[in-house]
């Protein structure tokens, strides 16, 4: 969890103008003696204080691919994996795992089949 930017200007400030030492700024303002260093270093690097935007990696398939994917399982509800991700393949020109592609389908609440029936 990220400080909010007050809390991080107050503790750059409690070392800096308040005279105190940084393992006293750490228990005052219940923080880690990391955090405090690293405060003081953007401080003197003179870059921002706030915090950085969390995030992570883009999301392979896009609105344009889960739509495809919606069509593939609408014309052929029984479709294994490998079928939209050959539909995938054919319309979008996107490589997908099977993996991902069963999780896309999961969040989005479509049905399933991870392999053909045996007859």
């Known amino acids: 969890m990220a400080y909010p930017g007050g809390v991080r200007v107050r503790v750059v400030a409690a070392v800096a103008e308040g ?20 405060m003081l270093r953007l401080r003197r690097a003179g870059a921002s204080l706030e915090p950085r935007p969390g995030g992570g990696p883009i999301a392979l398939l896009q609105e344009k ?7 593939a399982l609408r014309t052929r509800p029984d479709a294994t994996l490998e079928e939209p991700q050959q539909a995938l393949a054919d319309k979008c020109q996107a490589t997908a795992g099977l993996s991902t592609i069963s999780r896309c389908l999961q969040r989005m609440d479509l049905p399933r ?7």
């Open 19 to 38: 005279g105190l030492s940084i393992p006293e700024t750490a228990r005052i303002f219940q923080v880690g003696l990391t955090f405090v260093k690293k």
């Open 65 to 71: 691919e889960t739509t495809v994917l919606r069509q």
């Open 113 to 119: 089949k991870k392999q053909s029936q045996r007859q």
